[in-house]
Every structure is written in C-alpha cells, then in structure tokens.
C-alpha cells in the first residue's frame, strides 16, 4: 500500500474541514457581534525512512544503524488541531433601535453577560437586544441580560436611556447597570453557538471600555479575505485528489499488468 495515499486523503479531509468553517463564517458575515474562526493545521509526526545497505551480513550478527542508509524524513500529512474564533473587534454602525448596544473596546475582550434557560451565565458580543412580555431585556434567543449585581434587567418599555458606563435610566432615574465582563486571555473562551461563549470560571468585570446605545457591533468576518482563502482551500483539496487519483492509477496498473500471471 502507497503512504502517500494516507498524506493526501488527510490533505483532502484538512481541507474540507476548512472549506466547511469558511462557509460557515461567511454565512454569518450579517450576524451582529459574530467572531470569525480560523483553522490551526498541524502536521502528523513524520516518520525517519532508512534503507538497509547491501552488505553480507553473517545470520548470528545483529542489524546495526551502522548497516543501515539514512534516507529523510516522510511527511505522514496534517489535520486541523482546533479552530480558534478571532476575537477582534467588528465595524460599529447605528441602528436607531433603543434595546440595541455596542461594546466599544477596540480589542474585543469585553462581553455582555446574559443568563439562560437553566440559569447559567453566557458571555456574548451581540449587543441586538429585545424585551420580552414581561418588560426584561433579553436576547433575540430569550436568554436574560444581567447587571452588575447578576439580577436581571426589567426596562418595562422602550423608553430607557444608557450611558457610556453601562448604567440604564428611566425617567431620570437608575434602573440598573449592564454587567461587563472582561476576558484577560479570550482563547480559554469555549463557542456554544448563536454568538454565546462559555468559560470555566466567572469573569471578573470589565474597566475600559464604552458602551454605544442604538448602535450595535458587526460581524468581524472579512468576505473578500475569507472567499479568497476558501477558493484556496479548494485549490488544495483538488490537488491531493489528483495525488489520489494517480496513486489509485498505479495500484490499477501494478495489480492488473505488472503483476499479472499469464
């Protein structure tokens, strides 16, 4: 059996893996607040060929590396390790929309904190909120948003009024205050889906940062970049499957007229 046939499919499953989390990124280009992911490849550890000399040895004397050719390392292919969000952060635009607010940090390591189904604190960049039947602020998924005291917000309407510290007003007067979480090193951050992010202890509050009402954070994918680098990834699985299709060639030809009895 061909090694090179192992390399090239792992070459060809690499990229298919990349051309899936490319599609996936573009196809979220409009979602507010969305963090692009990029692949990291790492190759398998390759493998150190030797040849055998042609030299008489005796059958009681054993095989040294003195007996032996050096040949060079053979590459045994790559495959995707993980997929890391890039967490820089996006175009801020208005909105004109009261219930939507942007975080602006300009390194995109602070977060709304929010609060699911099951009571469980979320981090999100996606500032597109809503209020629900009971006047709480929420989500477009339902989930709550919390303050600073980890209680959740009930704006009751519309009319509410936030300032650059994150603290809500009604009427002149204090409702609560946005909680902003900061993240001192983003990629311990593990992806849920739908803009969310988990992480394994609470984050401690944000200090610098500003937040934006009726403006909200855009996508931070870059379409010309990622068409470009899915057109390239193609390029790549197309060439491993030529590699491929020329090793099955020669297998065919070895198996039916090399080795062929007459």
Request: proline residues 3%; charged residues 25%.
């Amino acid at each position: 059996m061909f090694r090179g046939l192992y390399t090239a499919a792992s070459g060809m499953l690499s990229q298919q893996r990349r051309i899936e989390m490319m599609t996936n990124n573009i196809a979220n280009a409009n979602t507010p607040g969305y963090k692009a992911d990029q692949a990291s490849l790492r190759a398998f550890p390759e493998m150190l060929m030797h040849r055998i000399q042609k030299t008489t040895i005796p059958i009681e004397k054993k095989l040294t590396w003195r007996d032996r050719a050096y040949i060079g390392p053979l590459s045994t292919g790559v495959y995707v390790q993980e997929l890391v969000p890039n967490f820089a952060q996006g175009d801020i635009r208005e909105t004109g929309n009261n219930t939507d607010m942007a975080i602006v940090d300009g390194t995109g390591t602070s977060f709304f904190t929010v609060q699911n189904e099951a009571g469980d604190v979320r981090y999100t960049r996606n500032g597109h909120f809503t209020i629900d039947a009971d006047g709480f602020l929420t989500t477009t998924d339902g989930l709550y948003v919390l303050d600073e005291t980890g209680n959740r917000i009930q704006v009751g309407d519309e009319q509410f009024t936030v300032l650059e510290d994150g603290t809500i007003t009604k009427n002149g007067e204090q409702i609560a205050r946005l909680r902003i979480a900061y993240a001192e090193n983003v990629q311990t951050l593990m992806k849920e889906g739908n803009g969310l992010f988990r992480a394994e202890q609470e984050l401690p509050p944000a200090e610098t940062y500003t937040i934006r009402q009726q403006h909200m954070e855009r996508s931070n994918v870059d379409l010309s970049r990622a068409m470009t680098d899915m057109l390239s990834a193609y390029r790549a699985f197309e060439a491993n499957q030529k590699i491929l299709q020329a090793y099955d060639k020669s297998m065919d030809k070895a198996a039916n007229e090399i080795g062929r009895l007459r």
